[in-house]
């Protein structure tokens, strides 16, 4: 997989960013995996579905249609892309997302899009079980104050009440989650290339993966 770029890491360390800048200098597509569980939770939150109730995830699972049109995420014909960047809708992605059921039933749409190649795509599990062959694999991170800072940035335009302790303590009850749950856990392998983008520029962080290309 010479023409699959694989961008792996932690909450709030700029993945999304600086794969989307990448693959705009590519020409690539750009696949945010991150987005497809967060339509998944979207969607349990709006049907009011428990998700521990195996039964109605799986019902859900099977009906749900998400594509991706210019950036822009839908699910069933509607776009939640701003929908999904509240900060509720990130703490159940992140419970959706351990969940093996979720990840088996997008696993066949993000594994069917790189097999087209010429895509760059960024998750906590896209280079050790999506595309583990690609030659192109990086895991990107930043230190917790940093990531929370960016975080809250965001976070902070849909939710006034947000401060920076308490995006602090999601940050690492998320890390903690990702990377201690049973199926596909966020971890970097010795094929990835590690980026701590910590105080860089995001510019500068873009440049230094596209020079680290194979």
Same mark, same amino acid.
């Given at each position: 997989?010479?023409? !699959?770029? /694989?961008?792996?890491?932690?909450?709030? =360390?700029?993945?999304? /960013?600086?794969?989307? %800048?990448?693959?705009?200098?590519?020409? *690539?597509? *750009?696949?945010?995996?991150? &987005?497809? *569980?967060?339509?998944? &939770?979207?969607?349990?939150?709006?049907?009011?579905?428990?998700?521990? #109730?195996?039964?109605? %995830?799986?019902?859900?699972?099977?009906?749900?249609?998400?594509?991706?049109? #210019?950036?822009?995420?839908?699910?069933?014909?509607?776009?939640?892309?701003?929908?999904?960047?509240?900060?509720?809708?990130?703490?159940?992605?992140?419970?959706?997302? &351990?969940?093996?059921?979720?990840? =088996?039933? %997008?696993?066949?749409?993000?594994?069917?899009?790189?097999?087209?190649?010429?895509?760059?795509?960024?998750?906590?599990?896209?280079?050790?079980?999506?595309?583990?062959?690609?030659?192109?694999?990086?895991?990107?991170? &930043?230190?917790?104050?940093?990531?929370?800072?960016?975080?809250?940035?965001?976070?902070?335009?849909?939710?006034?009440?947000?401060?920076?302790?308490?995006?602090?303590?999601?940050?690492?009850?998320?890390?903690?989650?990702?990377?201690?749950?049973?199926?596909?856990? %966020?971890?970097?392998?010795?094929?990835?290339? *590690?980026?701590? =983008?910590?105080?860089?520029?995001?510019?500068?962080? !873009? /440049?230094?993966?596209?020079?680290?290309?194979?």
């Amino acid at each position: 997989m010479k023409h !699959v770029i /694989t961008i792996d890491g932690p909450s709030g =360390s700029g993945k999304g /960013t600086i794969a989307k %800048l990448l693959a705009r200098k590519l020409g *690539y597509s *750009y696949l945010d995996t991150g &987005a497809l *569980y967060r339509a998944v &939770a979207w969607q349990t939150d709006q049907h009011k579905i428990d998700i521990e #109730n195996e039964k109605a %995830l799986d019902d859900m699972l099977k009906k749900i249609h998400i594509t991706f049109e #210019n950036e822009q995420i839908l699910v069933d014909g509607q776009d939640i892309s701003s929908e999904i960047r509240t900060a509720e809708i990130s703490e159940l992605s992140s419970r959706v997302s &351990a969940k093996p059921s979720v990840r =088996s039933a %997008l696993f066949d749409i993000q594994r069917k899009l790189c097999l087209q190649g010429r895509v760059v795509i960024e998750g906590r599990d896209t280079g050790t079980t999506i595309c583990p062959e690609s030659e192109n694999k990086f895991y990107l991170d &930043a230190s917790v104050e940093e990531r929370a800072r960016r975080r809250f940035k965001e976070l902070k335009i849909n939710n006034p009440e947000m401060t920076m302790d308490k995006t602090i303590d999601d940050i690492r009850s998320r890390d903690l989650r990702d990377s201690s749950r049973e199926s596909s856990p %966020l971890r970097k392998t010795d094929d990835m290339i *590690y980026v701590d =983008s910590t105080g860089m520029e995001i510019d500068y962080v !873009v /440049t230094h993966i596209f020079d680290r290309l194979k």
